[in-house]
């Protein structure tokens, strides 16, 4: 009994330092969506390949590949203080876009992971 309690703790001092590291970095489809049908703004990026984009992308984002994302600002990203939402296909990319983005001076960047978390109609 005292080990499950000791794992148990174990488990929710992880989980709490994991979230403290992310710093509010992560978003839910659900969220980004409500978020997409209020009047605040947001900038929206899909960070997937050309051909994913256009094969299915939310509506409103705009592309810029991950690959795309160098050392020097993105020309279409010219705010850094603007709230950028990035995602991609899994969550993995994104990620990767968010702290590259963070890197270049970004200050206002989330990740909602993967459009595989997106409940809800896509545009061609």
């Known amino acids: 009994m005292n080990r499950i309690i000791l794992y148990a703790l174990i488990l929710m001092i992880l989980f709490l330092i ?12 659900k969220d ?5 049908q209020s009047d605040e703004e947001v900038i929206l990026v899909d960070v997937r390949t050309e051909g994913e984009y256009y094969s299915g992308h939310i509506d409103g984002a705009i592309h810029l590949s991950l690959y ?3 050392a020097e ?9 603007a709230p950028i939402i990035v995602y991609c296909q ?10 590259k ?3 270049l001076g970004y200050t206002n960047v989330r990740d909602m992971g993967g459009l595989m ?8």
């Open 117 to 124: 978390f997106w409940r809800y109609d896509l545009v061609k």
């Open 101 to 103: 983005l963070k890197a």
């Open 73 to 81: 600002k993105p020309a279409l990203l010219s705010d850094l203080d």
């Open 32 to 36: 980004v969506y409500a978020l997409l």
């Open 68 to 70: 795309d994302i160098g």
């Open 18 to 29: 994991v979230k403290k590291v992310g710093g509010g970095a992560r978003i839910s489809a």
């Open 90 to 99: 899994s969550g993995a990319r994104s990620g990767i876009a968010r702290r």
